[in-house]
């Protein structure tokens, strides 16, 4: 019998108000009242960025796709057609 009750399922839970509380503090004092403006500042900006990007790569599959359907049939045989 271990001394400790170890639960893996216990590493992946939510963290409750005391942990929030003291996870903050943590934060306020490494960082301090007038550096935590400029990184939420910056978080937002590359969440912006990363958001821009994604809705940019669907928007170009999404155009493929749809060039893709605009092919006619018959020139999909595989044979290539030389002009001379």
Request: zero cysteines.
């Amino acid at each position: 019998m271990s001394v400790f009750n170890f639960h893996p399922q216990m590493l992946f839970g939510m963290p409750n108000a005391g942990e929030l509380v003291i996870t903050l503090l943590i934060v306020i004092i490494f960082f301090g009242g007038k550096k935590i403006p400029e990184l939420a500042k910056g978080l937002g900006k590359g969440i912006r960025e990363f958001n821009e990007a994604k809705d940019g790569i669907k928007s170009e599959i999404e155009s493929g796709m749809k060039e893709k359907e605009k092919i006619p049939a018959s020139n999909t045989t595989g044979t290539r057609e030389t002009t001379i």
